[in-house]
């Protein structure tokens, strides 16, 4: 099911709302390979790869796929 950026991030324990919002807005974070800048944009956990900085996240709380 889609999900805000902001909220998978956070859920993931790499950030919270806000700061995952400031991310996101410095074009740290890529979606199936393309930049986000754009607040609010969504993603499915289950299918999609988002990535912070290029580099691997752990997951503490969501199903989700990081590069």
């Known amino acids: 099911m889609p999900t805000r950026l902001q909220k998978i991030l956070a859920a993931a324990g790499i ?3 806000r700061k995952a919002e ?3 807005a410095a074009g740290r974070v890529t979606l199936n390979g393309q930049i986000v800048t754009e607040q609010g944009t969504k993603a499915d956990p289950l299918t999609d790869t988002i990535c912070v900085d290029g580099s691997p996240s752990t997951t503490r709380n969501v199903s989700s796929i990081f590069c």
């Open 15 to 17: 950030a919270s709302r």
């Open 22 to 24: 400031e991310i996101i």
